[in-house]
């Protein structure tokens, strides 16, 4: 049985790999995991491949503990392996809580390889591997700190990852769009504390282009003109002066 796994299928970026994959690859099923089982139900006879809810709280051991004996117990191939479960929070760090962050690494980051971990012996040469990470990866964010840098740990270990891969010709890619407009913003923005934005996509843009960047090859996607300037400026800049750009976007539109 030939399956594509998608966390945080229940909306969003998640949500948009859903649909593209499955117009694009031919599944016998598409394994569709998050907390909101009802979120995930509405997916059935809308994919050519059957879909299959599974309702998991992904920071919790016990959820990835079930997912790895549903593995065991269907033996399936597992021909793409999308972690997009993650959330964030905008704001001064001392304002959130441990059991927030906690949650936000274990999510953001430990979940991500978990998931890998337990699903690498049922991928095959031609599998692929996409991590949902971020723009915010390539540079410390002042006011998203924690979110940013999970981020950079998801960045790492999937560019080392996809190298290590490479011989038995499974791909892995990480994922780092800019802004996007979904649910995530109506979690994240707590405060004033981040108010300018740039541009903001949208995510059938950015999942369009990332199947688009898999197929040429590269272990890192990045979507639109603008953002791929700020990466290579990122790149280029200390990163001393890269939060310093950053802080005065932020008091620019707050007129500080």
């Known amino acids: 049985m030939n399956i594509a796994v998608i966390t945080g299928a229940s909306s969003g970026m998640g949500r948009e790999f859903v649909t593209q994959l499955d117009a694009q690859q031919n599944f016998d099923e ?4 998050a907390r909101r089982k009802e979120r995930l139900e509405e997916l059935r006879g809308q994919t050519r491949a059957a879909v299959r809810p599974i309702a998991l709280d992904l920071t919790r051991q016990e959820s990835i503990d079930a997912y790895a004996q549903l593995l065991a117990q269907e033996k ?87 190298v290590e891969l490479k011989p038995r010709g499974i791909r892995v890619m ?15 923005v707590t405060d004033d504390s981040v108010t300018y ?34 990466v290579l400026a990122t790149k280029l800049s200390p990163h001393r002066f890269v939060m310093w750009v950053w802080m005065r976007q932020q008091r620019k539109n707050k007129k500080a």
């Not at 059991?99 to 274990?106: C, P, Q, S, V, W």
């Not at 282009?209 to 700020?230: C, N, P, Y």
């Open 30 to 33: 598409i394994w569709v995991i």
């Open 76 to 162: 399936p191939s597992v021909r793409v392996l999308v972690n997009a479960s993650g959330f964030g929070r905008f704001g001064a760090f001392a304002d959130g809580t441990v059991e927030e962050y906690g949650r936000m690494i274990d999510l953001n980051s430990k979940a991500v390889v978990s998931m890998t971990y337990v699903t690498l012996p049922y991928l095959e040469a031609g599998s692929c591997v996409y991590e949902l990470d971020s723009l915010s990866s390539f540079q410390p964010v002042p006011y998203i700190n924690v979110y940013a840098a999970t981020k950079a740990f998801v960045l790492s270990f999937s560019r080392a990852l996809n």
């Open 174 to 188: 990480a994922v780092c769009p800019g802004w996007v407009h979904t649910e995530f913003f109506d979690h994240a």
């Open 197 to 230: 934005f740039n541009k903001i996509y949208e995510p059938q843009d950015i999942i369009r282009t990332a199947l688009k960047d898999m197929k040429k090859g590269k272990d890192v996607s990045v979507h639109g003109f603008r953002i791929k300037a700020q």
